[in-house]
């Protein structure tokens, strides 16, 4: 079974910082997706950012990047210029390829992320 | 706004009853996914519906079952309601079963349990 580790439950980061959010999976596929998902206090899930894995360059999403290191098995989420809106808990998740999805995400336990005014 | 529209927000119940939560996917959206967010879980998968038809099943359990109708909605019905039951439960759709296709989430139902 596929597994998602989020080893920091908790984070803080200055305003205007970079922090970097650490994620590693468990898999033996070769063909998956992974995602982060943020869950502000509104407690509605918002994709981030996405990665498929048989691509070598790094997703970027305006101020959200990744570093993904398939032999790793690491999938770290950059946020730069930090912003109290980015405050929140991010999940990271993978999903199986392949089968037309017929799979749901598999979740971490998610990184509580502090934005310090 | 993700699209994705659940009913109700809140749910008191009593241990042992029956409680049906109800899911709308986004416009165009054929897959519908069900997930429970617990303190010590974590974001648990459910199962998964696609255009009607049951396509994976996760850690759901035997007393919780689920449906899509041809207007692709869902309802999840959970049953003999226990404590450990009580949680965030959340649905999401996506556009096809493609799983490059990301989910997109409603703002979920708390079920509270007492």
């Known amino acids: 079974a596929q597994t998602v580790t989020q080893s920091q439950p908790e984070m803080s980061v200055q305003e205007a910082e970079t922090v970097t959010l650490s994620c590693t999976y468990d898999?033996?596929?070769?063909?998956?997706?992974l995602f982060w998902y943020k869950q502000p206090p509104s407690r509605q899930m918002i994709l981030v950012i996405r990665?498929?894995?048989?691509?070598?360059q790094n997703a970027t999403e305006n101020r959200f990047s990744v570093n993904f290191q398939k032999a790793a098995k690491s999938f770290s989420l950059k946020i730069s210029d930090s912003q109290l809106g980015d405050a929140a808990m991010y999940f990271c998740?993978?999903?199986?390829?392949?089968?037309?999805?017929?799979?749901?995400?598999?979740f971490g336990k998610g990184t509580h992320l502090i934005i310090q005014p | 706004d993700s699209g994705v529209t659940q009913t109700p927000k809140h749910l008191i119940t009593a241990t042992g009853q029956r409680v049906t939560l109800r899911c709308s996917p986004r416009?165009?959206?054929?897959?519908v996914y069900w997930y429970q967010q617990s303190l010590d879980q974590g974001l648990q998968f459910l199962i998964q519906?696609?255009?009607?038809?049951?396509?994976a099943k996760g850690n759901i359990l035997e007393r919780f079952s689920a449906q899509q109708f041809p207007d692709l909605h869902s309802e999840l019905n959970l049953s003999s309601l226990e404590l450990g039951d009580s949680a965030l439960y959340f649905c999401?759709?996506?556009?096809?079963?493609?799983?490059?296709?990301?989910?997109?989430f409603g703002n979920g139902t708390r079920l509270t349990v007492t």
């Open positions: 416009s165009g959206d054929l897959s």
């Open positions: 999401a759709s996506s556009m096809g079963g493609l799983a490059n296709s990301p989910l997109h």
């Open positions: 898999t033996s596929e070769s063909d998956y997706y």
């Open positions: 998740a993978y999903r199986i390829g392949g089968g037309g999805g017929a799979d749901g995400l598999t």
């Open positions: 990665q498929e894995a048989y691509k070598q």
């Open positions: 519906y696609y255009n009607g038809e049951e396509r």
